[in-house]
């Protein structure tokens, strides 16, 4: 399948940051599909720079709710009403700041692809867990409690993100990586049946130029979410250009 290298800004860039670096990714990738999830506030700037193009626009979370009494927060609707169609769920960074459990992250998946957006699911354990060789069940648990009916017939996504190896510099090694990607294609083809062999599984965490070669190369790698390394075009074009051929 055709790899998607994704962008989470995060919370970073001005307006006119994230309209540049817009700017330095319209003409996409030749061998990847390319997302970019800006910060909210940016997202209409950025869907403007980027309309009609190859390059497709996500947000970072939506709410569980479609509209009501829920200040801060911003529903699945209003996300594709400008533009965006796909949106990152359950990072781990919202995990651990909004403490969003599993449960939270299934009912704004299942609020997102009422909505017509594509869910991006994170799943990834801590440095502890995985000293304590539970990488794969915590996962596997992730997986099942994220992810809800109708995600794999309406395309959705997966990312295994370890916490530990987001913007350290430090990544599993690539038998690591290729372990969980196989663990989370068993349980979602045992879920979802054949159909779950399209579904793609991204890597993320300290993805850069210089690993995302031996990244791609593996089975069951079917892209990246790439955080810091997404905020310098050349960096995340160089990223793209890193799907074999
Ligand atoms: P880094 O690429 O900065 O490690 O971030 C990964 C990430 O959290 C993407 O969602």
């Known amino acids: 399948m055709r790899p998607l290298v994704a962008g989470n800004w995060k919370m970073h860039g001005t307006l006119r940051e994230a309209q540049a670096l817009a700017e330095?990714?319209?003409?996409?990738?030749e061998r990847a599909d390319l997302l970019v999830c800006p910060p909210f506030v940016h997202l209409q700037a950025v869907e403007a720079v980027l309309r009609g193009?190859?390059?497709?626009?996500?947000?970072?979370?939506?709410?569980?709710?479609?509209?009501g009494a829920h200040?801060?927060?911003?529903?699945?609707d209003m996300l594709r009403?400008?533009?965006?169609?796909?949106?990152?769920?359950?990072?781990?960074?919202?995990?651990?700041?909004?403490?969003?459990?599993?449960?939270?992250?299934?009912?704004?998946?299942?609020a997102a692809l009422a909505a017509g957006l594509t869910p991006v699911i994170c799943v990834g354990e801590t440095e502890a867990q995985r000293l304590a060789g539970e990488a794969e069940s915590v996962v596997t648990e992730q997986l099942a409690g994220s992810i809800?009916?109708?995600?794999?017939?309406?395309?959705?996504?997966?990312?295994?993100?370890?916490?530990?190896?987001?913007?350290?510099?430090?990544t599993p090694t690539e038998a690591?990586?290729?372990a969980i990607h196989a663990t989370m294609r068993k349980a979602l083809v045992g879920?979802?049946?054949?159909?779950?062999?399209?579904?793609?599984?991204?890597?993320?965490?300290?993805?850069?130029?210089?690993?995302?070669?031996?990244?791609f190369a593996l089975p069951d790698v079917d892209g990246a979410l790439v955080g810091g390394a997404s905020l310098v075009a050349a960096d995340f074009l160089a990223i793209a250009a890193a799907v074999p051929a």
Do not use: M
Not at 90 to 101: C, I, N, V, Y
């Open 81 to 110: 009403d400008v533009g965006a169609t796909h949106v990152i769920l359950g990072h781990s960074e919202r995990r651990a700041d909004h403490g969003e459990t599993d449960a939270v992250v299934h009912a704004k998946a299942g």
């Open 71 to 76: 200040t801060g927060d911003v529903s699945a």
């Open 148 to 170: 809800p009916d109708g995600f794999v017939a309406a395309g959705g996504i997966v990312a295994y993100e370890p916490v530990w190896a987001i913007g350290t510099g430090r």
């Open 191 to 215: 879920r979802f049946g054949e159909a779950a062999k399209a579904t793609r599984l991204l890597y993320g965490g300290s993805v850069k130029p210089s690993n995302a070669a031996g990244l």
């Open 24 to 29: 330095g990714l319209r003409g996409g990738a």
């Open 53 to 67: 193009g190859p390059v497709a626009v996500g947000a970072q979370d939506c709410h569980a709710k479609a509209k």
């Open 176 to 178: 690591e990586v290729a």
